[in-house]
């Protein structure tokens, strides 16, 4: 009997040590990454709300788009490193890495009003200014509302890591270093010229982006004379 | 098999819905297994290194394909650096810039389409495993390996209708260094990647291309001498002088007038135009100069000449 448990308790040892360095490793890849933080994004493309609970990092940028004044250029950005919970009205996603999301939006100047700049605060007490800072507790901002109202959006997103999502044109699965920009032109008479010098990894970068763009007026129709 | 590979291919990218014709310029490079299809069976399985650059041009309900002009030049090294110029004009844009005659042509605008369709530019680099499911238009992919590509899409939601107006000059370098083969001088001062994206549409687009410089710079991207581009608009000059001359009222083609300028000082008629008197009189003169720019591009010099000799 001795004997039997002995041998079992040899075997045992014996596959644990098999599996210790599979074991260290997972344990090591859970700490860095709860060592890195984790967080819930919150965001609204109908009101241009973004909320981030946890540890990371909102930014805004507004500078104007042309020498007239026309036209503003706004520019969002959300980083989370670690654990990333991303829920929307319409999309879903989940991301275990480092995720950088950029939005840049040309948008009518007199649009800029409704502006609000990320702010922090922790359970909602001591709010102070938090725009391109790391953050813990709770971060808000109010960007503009990008459906209709924008004459051109230019979305980067990065991911590192383990992503899934659902919805919002994002259904996906990945296990993968991968970055995408998209650039959409709506406005049907605009001159748009983006000029980005980006590090190679993620290979955007909207913020020192040099922006110019132009809405051409509809030409005023000639009334034939004598017509009041 | 190439050209549904670059169908396939740009669909896993497009994410553009509600319009299925297209314009579009794309260029793409995967290493590994990439999959991608519909829902119920995958159309293309590639394990290999794969590239290709495609330009799309669809065609309008009456046959004719829609007005495209400029190219794409890449240069792209195995696991290096790499430049990648887009450079084209489309619909009247393109056709500005070519110096094409544009009467008669249905141009966007003229009549309203059913919802906005944004021109889309789209670049994207993925190194890994990546499985996307199929939704609306984009077709469902499976990587596991390399892919970078990029895609310029114009959509045509009026298929009777000429493309928009669209001028575009796009630039990726992340080459890191200048040679005598380099196709730009615009380097990332990061050591990293350079974007230049320069759109423009409607009548911006219409406005850049009628500018000497973005001539240039289409010409140069289509490989064309720009002699070429400058004979291209002597010839619509010339058109233009011809299909003034036989109309009185700036609309419609005048028998007589076109009858005396078919007709040479020997009383003949210029070879096979025998029947022009008849089917164009009373006829739009945008019809002529449709007609000069086919079949009758051999007697322009003469109508020209004898068009613009005093009486």
């Known amino acids: 009997m001795t004997r039997r448990f002995e041998q079992g308790l040899i075997t045992l040892t014996r596959c644990h040590r098999r599996l210790l360095p599979l074991a260290f490793t997972l344990g090591i890849g859970l700490l860095i990454v709860a060592a890195c933080g984790c967080a819930v994004h919150y965001r609204n493309p109908n009101t241009g709300t973004e909320q981030l609970w946890g540890f990371g990092q909102l930014r805004l940028q507004v500078q104007s788009a042309g020498a007239t004044g026309q036209l503003a250029v706004v520019t969002s950005g959300c980083r989370v490193p670690g654990l990333c919970l991303d829920v929307g009205r319409d999309h879903f996603g989940i991301a275990l890495g480092y995720v950088n999301r950029q939005q840049m939006l040309i948008v009518s100047s007199n649009q800029l009003a409704t502006l609000e700049f990320p702010t922090n605060s922790v359970a909602g007490l001591f709010p102070r200014a938090a725009n391109s800072r790391w953050m813990i507790g709770r971060v808000g901002m109010r960007s503009v509302r990008q459906e209709r109202t924008a004459q051109a959006i230019i979305t980067g997103r990065a991911l590192v890591g383990l992503g899934a999502g659902l919805g919002g044109g994002e259904t996906s699965l990945s296990l993968a270093m991968d970055t995408r920009q998209q650039a959409v032109v709506g406005d049907a008479d605009l001159w748009l010229e983006l000029d980005q010098v980006a590090s190679p990894w993620p290979g955007f970068d909207f913020f020192t982006a040099a922006v110019h763009a132009d809405a051409v007026a509809a030409p005023t129709p000639v009334k034939p004379t004598g017509e009041p | ?311």
């Open chain 2, 1 to 311: 098999m190439r050209y549904a590979l670059a169908i396939f291919g740009t669909a896993a990218l497009v994410l553009v819905a509600g319009c299925r014709n297209r314009v579009v310029f794309t260029t793409q490079t995967s290493l590994g297994l990439d999959v991608s299809g519909t829902a119920q069976l995958p159309n293309k399985v590639s394990m290999s290194y794969n590239r290709f650059e495609v330009a799309l041009v669809p065609r309008k309900t009456n046959g004719e394909a829609h007005a495209v002009y400029g190219g794409l030049d890449a240069d792209v090294k195995f696991f290096a650096g790499h430049t990648i110029k887009q450079t084209f004009a489309t619909g009247k844009a393109a056709m500005l810039a070519t110096g094409a005659p544009t009467n008669g042509v249905d141009f966007p605008g003229a009549r309203k389409v059913s919802s906005d369709h944004p021109l889309v530019f789209l670049t994207a680099t993925t190194f890994g495993l990546h499985l996307t499911a199929g939704e609306k238009e984009m077709s469902p992919n499976l990587l596991l390996g390399y892919r970078r590509s990029e895609a310029a899409v114009i959509p045509v939601p009026e298929p009777a209708q000429e493309v928009r107006s669209v001028y575009a000059d796009i630039l990726i370098n992340s080459s890191v260094n200048t040679n005598n083969t380099s196709i730009t001088t615009n380097f990332s001062a990061l050591r990293g990647v350079r974007i230049k994206q320069s759109f423009a549409t409607g009548r911006a687009a219409d406005a850049l291309a009628g500018t000497s410089a973005v001539q240039a710079k289409l010409a140069n991207a289509a490989s064309l001498d720009p002699r070429v581009v400058a004979e291209l608009k002597g010839k619509d000059a010339k058109r233009k002088m011809v299909v003034n001359a036989v109309s009185k009222d700036g609309i419609t083609v005048d028998a007589n007038l076109l009858k005396k300028l078919l007709t040479g000082s020997d009383g003949k008629l210029l070879p096979q135009t025998e029947d022009w008197v008849q089917d164009f009189e009373g006829k739009s003169i945008s019809d002529f100069e449709k007609e000069l720019l086919l079949e009758g591009d051999r007697h322009l010099d003469v109508l020209f000449e004898r068009a613009t000799k005093p009486e």
